[in-house]
């Protein structure tokens, strides 16, 4: 649990700390937990992961760390240690999206979905609305503009749902449940929280990155693409990279994730699907770490999102099982 009087987090009996320097600065970390586990009464509840039935929680802690990767504010560091990171940064300048259409492709893996020798599963379009439907085809010609989507003819098709989010905006998603019912299950598993937590043991210094829709960084194999077909009632359209909603994706996206950091993962970073972040027990080893995590995410042609470059709110992920 994360204990905000002694600013630790406890696992198994152990206590440890979340910082030991005297640069000590009001962080906001998101926390996945479990139903029985305990939140602070100041806590506030801020939604769930896709796919998961459990909760995140923001809470207040403090935590000595550097900014995010894409800064401006490095407060809590001297003129030294502020231009290391910005000079680190600017070496790595092209690892970070700069806009919706600059998604990573990843040179590693493709994504497969097996479903045996099972028919092609039709299901009809929902009706929407008539502002719904053109939302819908907004989004449709925004992901093909982007290279998410492309037109598509076959026996497949999943229909759609518009979900409005807290912003406004809206998500646009692909209800896959008939194609997940047939499809054949990836037993690789996520990261365990206490293997997690472990690894923190002796770290001062955190940063968090996460990749720019990560799922959208990973292709679909050729075969499969049409599998992921969808329609809006205007047409059908599948996939070229890994959507959300499929029952084996996070699997796919876990097993990429700790091939790219193979050697690191525990050691220099910790991953949890498109979150990572990276340690050090010193601010140099910390930056050496982030250079490490760098090259090998630019190896792979994956890319980081900057959207986290307010560092007066870092987002740790801290994952209960």
């Not at 070496?91 to 806009?99: G, M, P």
């Not at 194609?179 to 990261?191: A, F, R, V």
């Not at 996460?210 to 050729?222: M, T």
Request: proline share 5%; glycine share 6%; charged share 25%.
């Amino acid at each position: 649990m994360v204990d905000l009087e002694k600013n630790d987090i406890r696992t198994g009996g152990q206590e440890i700390p979340l910082f030991s320097a005297s640069a000590e600065h009001l962080k906001l970390f998101s926390v996945l937990a479990k139903e029985k586990t305990i939140i602070p009464a100041r806590s506030e509840w801020i939604g769930s992961y896709p796919g998961s039935p459990r909760s995140f929680w923001k809470i207040q802690i403090r935590c000595n760390g550097l900014s995010s990767p894409s800064f401006p504010n490095l407060e809590g560091l001297n003129e030294e240690q502020r231009t290391a990171v910005k000079e680190l940064l600017q070496e790595f300048q092209n690892l970070f999206s700069t806009s919706d259409s600059d998604v990573g492709r990843c040179n590693m893996t493709q994504h497969r979905i097996n479903t045996g020798n099972h028919p092609p599963i039709k299901q009809y379009p929902r009706r929407l609305p008539l502002a719904k439907t053109e939302e819908a085809e907004r989004l449709v010609k925004e992901m093909v503009d982007n290279g998410i989507i492309e037109e598509s003819s076959g026996p497949w098709a999943s229909p759609i749902v518009l979900v409005k989010k807290k912003d406004g905006s809206t998500s646009f998603c692909v209800e896959y449940r008939k194609l997940n019912e047939i499809t054949i299950k990836d037993s690789y598993p996520l990261p365990r929280i206490d293997d997690t937590l472990d690894a923190l043991n002796g770290s001062q210094w955190f940063s968090t990155s996460y990749l720019k829709i990560g799922y959208w960084q990973v292709e679909i194999k050729s075969e499969d693409k049409e599998k992921t077909v969808f329609t809006t009632g205007q047409g059908l359209w599948q996939f070229k990279v890994m959507p959300f909603g499929l029952c084996n994706a996070p699997a796919t996206f876990e097993r990429l994730m700790e091939t790219v950091l193979r050697g690191f993962t525990s050691k220099a970073c910790l991953v949890y699907l498109d979150d990572i972040i990276i340690v050090g027990r010193t601010f140099q080893e910390h930056l050496n770490n982030i250079r490490k995590v760098f090259q090998r995410l630019q190896k792979a042609n994956l890319k980081l999102s900057p959207k986290n470059a307010d560092s007066s709110e870092r987002k740790f992920l801290i994952l209960d099982t």
